[in-house]
C-alpha cells in the first residue's frame, strides 16, 4: 500500500536537511546575516513541520477515515510552501514583498495544529 503523506513528509524533512546544509556551506559566504538569520528560520520551520507532518501522517494510518488529520497533515505542507518558501525566495532575492505571504503560511500552521488538537480533544473518532 502507497502512503503518499509519508513520503511527502520525508521529501519535505529531506529537503529541509540539504537547505540546511546548503546555508551552512554555501549560502553563508554570499547573504547578510540578517538574510541568513531569516533562511535559517525557514529552515527550522520547515524541519520542524516536516516532523509534524510525519507523525499526523502515522496517525492517519491508524485512522485512515478520520479527515481532520489529512486536513491537518496538507496544513502543514502549505504552511512549508508558503511561510519557509517565501522566507527562502526573500533571502535569495532581497524581494520583500513576498513577505506577504509568510504570514498565510503561519496561518497554515497554526490550522494544522488546532485540527490535531481537534483529533487529540474528540473521544468519538472511530477507533
Do not use: D
Amino acid at each position: 500500500m502507497i502512503h503518499p503523506l509519508i513520503s511527502i513528509a520525508a521529501v519535505n524533512g529531506l529537503i529541509a536537511v540539504l537547505l540546511g546544509a546548503f546555508t551552512t556551506h554555501t549560502l553563508k559566504e554570499s547573504i547578510t546575516e540578517e538574510l541568513l538569520r531569516t533562511f535559517q528560520t525557514g529552515v527550522t520551520y520547515h524541519m520542524y513541520h516536516s516532523l509534524a507532518m510525519l507523525a499526523v501522517s502515522m496517525l492517519s494510518l491508524h485512522f485512515p477515515h478520520v479527515r481532520v488529520l489529512k486536513f491537518s497533515a496538507y496544513s502543514f505542507l502549505l504552511g512549508i510552501i508558503l511561510f519557509s518558501g517565501s522566507l527562502y525566495f526573500l533571502a535569495l532575492t532581497e524581494v520583500r514583498g513576498i513577505g506577504i505571504i509568510t504570514p498565510i503560511g503561519g496561518i497554515f500552521f497554526i490550522l494544522g495544529w488546532i485540527a490535531l488538537c481537534i483529533f487529540g480533544a474528540k473521544p468519538n473518532f472511530q477507533k
